[in-house]
């Protein structure tokens, strides 16, 4: 168990709707990230957040967007989506942003959009 | 950004050795090496990270040469669960890459 946890585990959408996933990191971690995974591909990063500012963006889509709370939580909202956007969402913490640091990974939130 | 280059896909027998090797020729001064291991369907978890020379863990360990242009995990006595992708990784949010298959049979 790495810490992180990330509800909900699955979930099951029609195109064009909007769904959120949730994060919480490690008991201290400061730093947010979030990936995706698609069947067969490598993890995507998506964006990273530290102490509630938006920190890097990867290749996340316009649809998409996250942010992270006061109390360090993270949320990943995906819109409008579409078939392509099925895949594993995981989310992953580190104490700060440098890469001296490992990241802990959620086990994750399977998104099944029909 | 640095980019990694590693092999697809690796076979291997219970018991053998398995050294991995990761090429990252435009690797920046202050860049780290760090390799994780997946199981289908679950989180990265983090296995070794280095910056030069050789670190060893209980699990692991990860030869780096003077000139950082690439790396190699070494996984002692492999058993089947080690069957797992590995990713080589500079920098703490590039994109992980397909990483490497490692197929471990009995």
């Known amino acids: 168990d790495s810490g992180v946890t990330q509800t909900p585990k699955h979930l099951i959408t029609a195109t064009g709707q909007r769904v959120t996933l949730r994060c919480s990191p490690r008991s201290g971690d400061l730093s947010v990230y979030w990936y995706q995974q698609s069947l067969d591909q490598g993890l995507q990063f998506l964006i990273q957040y530290y102490n509630g500012e938006e920190r890097a963006k990867g290749n996340i889509l316009e649809r998409f967007s996250a942010q992270q709370f006061p109390d360090l939580h993270s949320e990943l909202n995906l819109s409008s989506l579409e078939l392509g956007d099925s895949a594993l969402y995981f989310c992953?913490?580190?104490?700060?942003?440098?890469?001296?640091?490992?990241?802990?990974f959620g086990p994750g939130t399977r998104l099944t959009v029909t | 950004l640095a980019k990694t280059t590693q092999p697809i896909s690796m076979d291997s027998y219970e018991g053998q050795e398995v050294n991995i090797t990761c090429s990252h020729n435009n690797i920046a001064t202050n860049d780290y090496i760090t390799w994780y291991q997946q199981f289908p369907s679950q989180g990265p978890r983090f296995i070794i990270q280095?910056?030069?020379t050789k670190v060893t863990n209980e699990v692991a360990s990860l030869f780096i040469p003077a000139d950082r242009k690439s790396s190699t995990l070494s996984l002692p006595r492999v058993s089947l669960s080690d069957t797992a992708v590995y990713y080589c990784?500079?920098?703490?949010?590039?994109?992980f890459g397909a990483g490497t298959t490692v197929t471990v049979r009995a």
């Open positions: 992953a913490s580190s104490p700060t942003p440098g890469q001296a640091y490992e990241q802990y």
């Open positions: 990784l500079v920098e703490d949010k590039l994109s």
């Open positions: 280095g910056y030069k």
